[in-house]
């Protein structure tokens, strides 16, 4: 038997980009501190005639409760610069306990190959047998039918090693080199391609659907030539159970030197904890029904398995770096929702107790700065806020904004999260995502992580932070007049400095202050809310606000509290409390 031996060397080289510590912690390609990545693979041809080689690509032994499903994928190569026709022969799989299976062929197998070119040959048969009984080797015979008895000669010999061996989705990955820990990267040997891929953000979504865990993985093209990304999957492996994923983006091709996203949508139960993904790819096998009509029968082989550490999909797998308020928070690279010249800054960060409905709110406010001489569209960043024992609150943004950020100026957008009463806000950290759908497929895509710091609430200062206004309250007093229908009329008069950030637009949608009138027992009797921007706003200067509280009798002493206010997507009134004013 000639054996002819064959290494192929896949090289990806990935430049290593740091990012500041506001940016996509390990980002995709850019992401680790990588200068170079070799992935060797080792692929073995064997001469299956003077013109033709063959190799294996995958091999199938899947048992189920009745039958046993055995097939293989072959790769075959015309090394002859005439087209050459497919050898005759028949194909058998030997067994650990000597029994020989004889494999069909798919009714799409070629026929013949191209010069210097190879192709695929795919075979398939069920076998009715209940054990579980290993491959030993692959046959190719050739049969002699016009002779009696038959002959058959033995062409080839492939001994099967069982870690190309596939037994399902349940099988486990033993081949040291298609282990990977989580954000290594990795080739698809299989599929021949020279994309690299690296595996960035695994997180849970829960929606009126069901809950998922969507991965998402970075494509690298370090080529010079356009590449098409080859068909793969994730499957997603718990203690007891497997669960398979869908590709929400199914063709992507990539230019030279490029950068994508992919991800997978993985429907899981809502306590699922994945312990390690596979990454598979399809293989299919035909069988015709005649008249140019055929029966695909389609299965998927486990390729790499990437291990997770505990509790991936919920508190993350990517190291969270400190942020620092106000800074720009430099977005993974391969990001196309927000454009390039648009930076996003966390300016406000606050927790505030409310009491009464025995939760928290947390107020954040990003602000977008357009870089560039065009009026920009305010892209709908998703946000959400990660405890230190992993759960997930997700931001809802104000309810409406303006639609684009004017040249050379910035625009305050705020979130609110609803936060059980036991959160301190110690450790918090903040994931920043964009909405993506494909059809039926809707996901998350991470554009930032890092952990971010929560102000301290001063309700004693006489100055108010209501980015972008600083209020300084100079003086104030609640004054009782009355009326001639015999009523007291509450209002309350203020003597403020307004400072607005002159670089932010303000408009309609911006928060507003309310004024909230209690009496001396505590029970609202009162309200008025003021804006900050347009028409009827508080201005520098004495301002005179009617607390819209009428009283048959003087009621002192009573209190204001000021908060500050806006509603949220949900149509939610979320307030701040500022300060308190008591006489």
Do not use: C
Not at 349 to 360: A, I, K, P, Q, R
Not at 473 to 479: E, M, N, P, V, Y
């Amino acid at each position: 038997m000639n054996i002819k031996m064959k290494r192929s060397l896949a090289t990806l080289v990935l430049s290593a980009v740091l990012l500041s510590t506001a940016s996509l912690p390990a980002s995709a390609a850019d992401g680790q501190n990588l200068s170079a990545l070799a992935e060797a693979s080792t692929n073995v041809s064997y001469a299956l005639s003077n013109k033709v080689e063959v190799e294996i690509k995958s091999m199938l032994n899947e048992h189920e409760s009745d039958s046993t499903k055995l097939g293989t994928v072959l790769r075959i190569r015309n090394t002859s610069d005439k087209i050459t026709r497919v050898p005759d022969f028949e194909l058998r799989v030997l067994m650990a306990d000597g029994i020989e299976y004889i494999l069909q062929p798919s009714a799409k197998n070629p026929k013949s190959i191209q010069p210097k070119s190879q192709l695929e040959l795919s075979y398939l048969s069920i076998v009715e047998r209940s054990d579980d009984v290993d491959l030993t080797s692959l046959n190719f015979i050739d049969v002699d039918m016009d002779v009696y008895p038959k002959k058959e000669t033995t062409l080839l010999t492939i001994p099967v090693d069982a870690g190309i061996v596939w037994n399902g989705s349940d099988s486990t990955i033993t081949k040291s080199s298609a282990i990977l820990k989580w954000g290594e990267a990795f080739t698809l040997p299989s599929s021949r391609s020279p994309l690299g891929f690296i595996p960035v953000d695994i997180h849970k979504e829960i929606t009126a659907k069901g809950v998922s865990t969507v991965v998402q993985i970075q494509v690298v093209n370090t080529t010079k030539e356009r590449q098409t990304v080859p068909n793969f999957g994730i499957d997603g492996k718990s203690e007891s159970k497997v669960y398979s994923g869908s590709r929400a983006e199914t063709a992507v091709t990539l230019d030279p030197g490029e950068k994508r996203y992919i991800h997978i949508v993985i429907p899981t139960d809502l306590d699922t904890e994945f312990t390690s993904l596979n990454v598979v790819t399809p293989e299919s096998f035909a069988v015709s029904l005649g008249e140019g009509k055929f029966l695909e029968d389609t299965y998927r082989v486990g390729r790499v398995n990437i291990l997770l550490p505990a509790g991936a999909a919920t508190q993350g797998v990517i190291p969270a770096p400190e942020y620092i308020l106000g800074t720009p928070v430099k977005l993974d690279s391969t990001n196309k929702f927000v454009p390039s010249n648009v930076d996003v800054s966390l300016v406000e960060l606050h927790v505030t107790s409310n009491e009464d409905d025995g939760f928290n709110t947390a107020v954040a406010k990003f602000k977008l700065t357009n870089n560039s001489d065009r009026p920009i569209p305010i892209p709908a960043i998703q946000t959400e806020l990660v405890s230190l024992d992993g759960y997930a609150y997700g931001g809802r943004r104000q309810e409406a904004t303006a639609l684009s950020v004017v040249p050379n100026a910035s625009y305050v957008v705020s979130y609110s999260y609803a936060l059980p009463a036991s959160e301190t806000g110690e450790g918090l950290k903040m994931n920043l995502y964009s909405q993506q759908s494909n059809g039926d497929l809707s996901y998350k895509s991470l554009l930032a992580s890092a952990k971010v710091p929560v102000q301290k609430n001063d309700l004693t200062s006489k100055v108010l932070n209501v980015y972008p206004y600083e209020i300084t309250i100079k003086d104030w007093t609640i004054s009782a007049i009355f009326q001639a229908n015999m009523s007291y009329d509450y209002k309350l008069k203020l003597d403020l400095s307004m400072k607005p950030d002159k670089q932010v637009t303000v408009d309609k949608f911006n928060s507003k202050l309310s004024f909230e009138l209690f009496d001396n027992v505590g029970n609202p009797v009162g309200k008025s809310v003021q804006a900050l921007s347009g028409e009827g706003r508080l201005y520098n200067g004495t301002n005179t606000i009617d607390l819209n509280a009428r009283s048959n009798q003087l009621d002192f002493p009573i209190q204001v509290k000021v908060f500050e206010t806006f509603t949220n997507e949900y149509g939610e009134s979320v307030k701040r409390l500022l300060t308190t004013f008591k006489q």
